[in-house]
Antibody, heavy 121, light 107 residues
């Protein structure tokens, strides 16, 4: 069974950094792209970005709202995807989900349960 | 970026009713359109991919159609467990965007 478990969320002040982790199990992690999607309280879904598998170059794509501040990485030996968030803003407050997807991450076939990030002074 | 206009934003229907949700893209996205279901307090779940393909294990009362800019998601016979918010999502030019969501309630 595919399982994705996010961790690392919490309360952080504006301008500070936070790193989220997504620990995967139940599949060959290195064969899949991994993405992050967020959801502000009471709002809809917003794509954050994704990282391709090594077979597709391991490159990354980001939404304009986070580009230059957020970095997605992966450790295939540990089956973990990361979301490094720098220069956090109050509008980054959201539940952050990691998802499993293929190729260019067109479709998120599996989702974690999410982790809440609150950016507030 | 491509914008997705999803409607209605909410609807109320009776058990057994046919429910239809539409999603319109601001430009042609071929069939690069997925539908997700999100129940309260839960993560989204993929229901339909590539506009009309039913994800494995998803009940057949869910269906999708369309291509280009206009897409439709249908629940043929609404069940109590279908209470959720439904989102369309497009992928084009390495950018993904979601529709605003449709909250489905039982009348």
């Amino acid at each position: 069974e595919v399982q994705l478990v996010e961790s690392g969320g919490g309360l952080v002040q504006p301008g500070r950094s936070l790193r989220l982790s997504c620990t995967a199990s139940g599949f060959t992690f290195g064969d899949y792209a991994m993405s992050w999607v967020r959801q502000a309280p009471g709002k809809g879904l917003e794509w954050v970005g994704f990282i391709r598998s090594k077979a597709y170059g391991g490159t990354r794509e980001y939404a304009a709202s986070v580009k230059g501040r957020f970095t997605i990485s992966r450790d295939d030996s540990k089956s973990i995807a990361y979301l490094q968030m720098n220069s956090l803003k109050t509008e980054d407050t959201a539940v952050y989900y990691c998802t499993r997807c293929g190729g260019d991450c067109y479709t998120s076939s599996n989702w974690g349960q999410g982790t809440l990030v609150t950016v507030s002074s | 970026d491509i914008q997705m206009t999803q409607s209605p934003s909410s609807l109320s229907a009776s058990v057994g009713d046919r429910v239809t949700i539409t999603c319109q893209a601001s430009q042609d996205i071929s069939n690069y359109l997925n539908w997700y279901q999100q129940k309260p307090g839960k993560a989204p779940k993929l229901l339909i991919y590539d506009a009309s393909n039913l994800e494995t294990g998803v009940p057949s009362r869910f269906s999708g159609s369309g291509s280009g800019t206009d897409f439709t998601f249908t629940i043929s016979s609404l069940q109590p467990e279908d209470i959720a918010t439904y989102y369309c999502q497009q992928y084009d030019n390495l950018r993904l965007t979601f529709g605003g969501g449709t909250k489905v309630e039982i009348k």
